[in-house]
């Protein structure tokens, strides 16, 4: 492992600028549980990919809604992590873009400053006819009289359901977010793809366009993944571990 970590320290070290693809993995040593682990207490009798649809949503507007409300409190809870917190050091010594599927802001308040969230934000809401345009963010703390516990609340423009700003299963992802995550892909030197299972498309095919446009594909990832295959380097350990040596590894090269 220290070989390998020094292998991927001096490829990213002669680097001006690097792509980071995160997945949950990345947000699992802050207590944010992924979609694929199995849900707690009461939400434990549901499949989290029969809740994140539109069509669950129409069914039954407040199990979903309750069923983010409860997703919302974790993420509120959670604190950035070790790796998080490597990730935004980086910054110190390459320009780093960080590409994620998380909705969590994690990544953010570790204090990342570029990142292309694919699958949205859990923390915004908008409303579920688009009815200014797609997305038509709602400022629920703002709306007269609202209880995130009572609910969704109804759009103040034109009634409709308001639901929470994510990608769900079966829906296209933010097209200039997709946009430039290809671009990022296409050009990248190195990608550094940290805990996803790359099951999950579009976002798992990046790792692939980068290795094909050239791209060396460093992985860091407890267990195998759709990933492992195509890695130039795979770091095999949990990325609250890697990340901070690996970090510390590249301004050891840089200083
Ligand atoms: N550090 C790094 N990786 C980890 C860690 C850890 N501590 N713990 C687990 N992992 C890895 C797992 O081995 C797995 O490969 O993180 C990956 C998590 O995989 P998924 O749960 O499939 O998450 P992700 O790839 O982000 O899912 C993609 O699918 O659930 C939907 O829209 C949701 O954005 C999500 C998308």
């Known amino acids: 492992m220290l070989d390998q970590i020094h292998s991927a320290a001096s490829l990213l070290a002669r680097q001006r600028e690097i792509v980071v693809l995160t997945g949950a993995?990345?947000?699992k040593?802050?207590?944010v549980p992924t979609f694929r682990d199995a849900l707690d207490?009461?939400?434990a009798r549901y499949d989290p990919e029969q809740l994140a649809t539109a069509a669950a949503f129409e069914r039954d507007p407040r199990l979903v809604w309750d069923w983010y409300e409860y997703r919302r409190g974790l993420v509120r809870q959670a604190q950035p992590n070790p790796g998080h917190v490597a990730l935004a050091e980086l910054e110190r010594w390459l320009r780093v873009v960080i590409v994620t599927q998380n909705v969590d802001d994690l990544?953010?308040?570790a204090g990342s400053t570029d990142i292309?969230?694919?699958?949205?934000?859990i923390m915004r809401s908008k409303c579920?006819?688009?009815?200014?345009g797609e997305p038509t963010l709602i400022d629920v703390a703002g709306l007269a009289g609202f209880d995130p516990a009572q609910g969704p609340p109804r759009c103040p423009h034109c009634g409709a359901w308001v639901r929470p700003d994510v990608v769900w299963f079966g829906e296209?992802?933010?097209?200039?977010a997709l946009a430039r995550a290809t671009r990022l892909a296409q050009s990248a030197k190195v990608m550094l793809v940290v805990g996803t299972s790359g099951v999950v498309q579009p976002a798992a095919s990046l790792p692939f366009l980068a290795a094909r446009c050239g791209a060396a594909v460093i992985e860091v990832n407890p267990s195998r993944s759709e990933i492992t295959p195509t890695?130039?380097?795979?770091?095999?350990?949990?990325s609250g571990e890697v990340l901070p040596r690996l970090v510390q590894a590249v301004g050891e090269q840089l200083a």
């Open 172 to 176: 296209m992802l933010p097209r200039d």
């Open 128 to 132: 579920f006819a688009a009815c200014l």
């Open 116 to 121: 292309i969230p694919l699958h949205g934000a």
């Open 41 to 43: 207490g009461l939400w």
């Open 107 to 109: 990544h953010q308040r």
């Open 29 to 31: 040593e802050s207590g």
């Open 231 to 238: 890695a130039a380097i795979w770091l095999a350990g949990p």
């Open 25 to 27: 993995g990345v947000s």
